[in-house]
């Protein structure tokens, strides 16, 4: 059985809040739930949706992600997880 991962989601460029709303995907937060159905987390100001953000920023520094320069948009580093395999 293959699982879905958020490398997998997030091999192109994705706006912030559906690469937040993957983040959240992947740690089983909305389980058979789509993208409209949990939007308000996103474009509302509230503890989980500024979370997965952020949690994304600090992927960002950890290099796992990528993020555009002056934009809004996240995805996968493809080199990401080999600077790990030698600690």
């Known amino acids: ?41 996103f474009w509302d100001n509230n503890p989980l949706g500024n979370g997965l953000h952020d949690a994304l920023l600090l992927l960002v520094r950890a290099g796992v992600l990528e993020v555009r320069d002056g934009e809004d948009q996240f995805r996968w580093n493809p080199t990401a997880g080999q600077p790990w395999a030698e600690v």
């Open 1 to 41: 059985m293959h699982h879905v991962t958020l490398a997998d989601n997030l091999t192109d460029w994705t706006d912030s809040d559906g690469a937040a709303y993957e983040l959240g995907r992947a740690l089983g937060l909305f389980a058979g739930r789509t993208f409209l159905d949990v939007k308000g987390v």
